[in-house]
């Protein structure tokens, strides 16, 4: 059991995240509490209007609930409930969504904080804590497991460093292409392979990194995406005192800070990825064209389909007000009633007198019809702005899902091509070290044949008589 969470604001962009199809296998919007609409886009949009009446920045908690182990609603439910109890949001709206990602089902809440009888933000402090203690009681209760830096209670020890991958160095993974694991081996072992400063500075830059004066360490690299690694950890088996002595021959003149070798990297990296997206859109305009069928059967079901029915809705509620309001007209009182009124409006002295009469619907039909048909239309146009609402938050949610496709599209590409220069690369080590072996098998032939021939100009000198019986026989 791992509950994460936070406050945040940006409830669209939220919203739009947990409507990402394209991520996920399922989605399902479980509940909406607190709020006129029932959609998720329209319940945050709530949220957020409600929270602009008071200051706070951050009006909404985020909560995630990943299990170890399938549970079922109602158990999910209960644990809603406890966390919502701990946290102090009893009551408050709330939205849950369910994910199912990688054969795995999750949970997604998110709260308004803004307590509405006092316009005011429910303050939330020690959340981490809390989550933690509602961690272990859930897995407790559900007999779940819980990842080794919760199952024990370490107290200030788990703020220590840790091998395991954090979900920052994920991202920077992500968006590079290359795990922090292979990050490190790939830098050991152009460090430990190098000669001297220079040619470490030299096998960074073919590897795609640059070697940078850092603010407050000494050196940093910065890769292809622009993230700044501090280079003493980037190395195993050296310290930072190695390091530097080592790496002193390079002086810190002619290395660029972090802000020019994120620009000289994001310059490279422009190009890069103009070819890659090039070659990303050539490899997947199959998985496009799938995704925008996807989106458009969608869009067909949530929007095209709702529009006719609302607007069949629409058409029978109209001609039925109209034919009421038609059989009421006909009937004796309301006629007279209606020539009186026309009558009584004719003389102008009369129609401060009868202005009320008129105006009051239970007296005036033509009068009560009206305020039933502007009733009316404001009702259809709130049902109408309602899915023009909701078109627009699907238009947000397929930009998404067509910007992740993209993403894992070049990211494959990305990794292809550092696989393929990291095979280049091997191929021309191959090349100079076997050019290197022939220089040094001719330099080793060559040397053996000066001293055969200086062997045999000895043994000459040391047998001249036999040379010379041999020239007179001759």
Known sequence: MILKGSQRAGGRDLATHLSNEYDNERIELAS????????LHGALAEYEAVAAGTRCVKPLYSLSINPSAPLSRAQYMAAVDHIEDKLGLNGQPRAIVFHVKDGREHCHVVWSRIDIDNMKAIPI???????????????????????HGLAEDRGDARFEKTPEISFAEK??????GIT???????????????DNAESFRVGLERAGYVLAQGERRAYVVVDRAGHVHALARQIDGVKTRELKARLAGLSPVNLPDVEQARAQQAEHDKALAERLREKARARGAKSAANLAAKQEARRRKVIDARRQALEVIQRAEKLSLHATHKAEQGKLFNKVAGKVFALFERVPALRSVILPLRRNPAINAAERHRIENDALERRHAREQRSIDRRARALDMIDARERRGLIRDLVRQARADD??????????EDEIRDTAT????????????RVQELLAEGRRKSQNPSHDRGRGRSR
């Open 32 to 39: 909406v509490r607190g709020t006129v609409a029932d959609d």
């Open 125 to 147: 402090s020690h959340d981490h804590m809390k989550l933690r203690t509602c961690a272990r009681e859930l897995a407790h209760a559900y007999g779940l497991t819980l990842p």
């Open 171 to 176: 991202a920077m993974a992500k968006a590079s």
């Open 180 to 194: 922090p694991v292979a990050r490190r081996s790939a830098i050991t072992a152009l460090y430990r392979n190098s």
């Open 418 to 427: 550092l696989v393929r220069e990291t095979q280049v690369r091997q191929r």
């Open 437 to 448: 072996d022939i220089t040094r098998d001719s330099r080793e032939e060559r040397r053996a």
